[in-house]
């Protein structure tokens, strides 16, 4: 820098490290699409199934991405609790269990 102050720098991760994001938890997918036969559309997350992003692959990235991050793919169950959790938030309101429970 210009003062003379000097930055650490960290090393680069790589996808063949453990810890590829510095994050601890259990990785979660969900296939979501196939496109044109030859991409994977998909949601990833971290720890919690209901917080991901959406992700689209080729087919070959997509099995080492999943074979790198040790991935879990998303039981029924938790698939149900997902789309719950979205239609939560795309309709703005609390789901059905939570707005009988202020009825009573």
Known sequence: MADGT???ISP???MSNKKISGIDGQRYVRVVNVVQE???EFEFSIEDPTIHVELVLP??????FCDDNNVKHLSPEQESAV???KLKWRFGAPGFDEADNKKN
């Open 6 to 8: 000097k930055i650490a």
């Open 12 to 14: 680069v991760m790589t």
């Open 38 to 40: 030859k991409y994977v």
């Open 59 to 64: 087919f070959q990235h997509f099995k080492k």
């Open 83 to 85: 789309e719950y959790d």
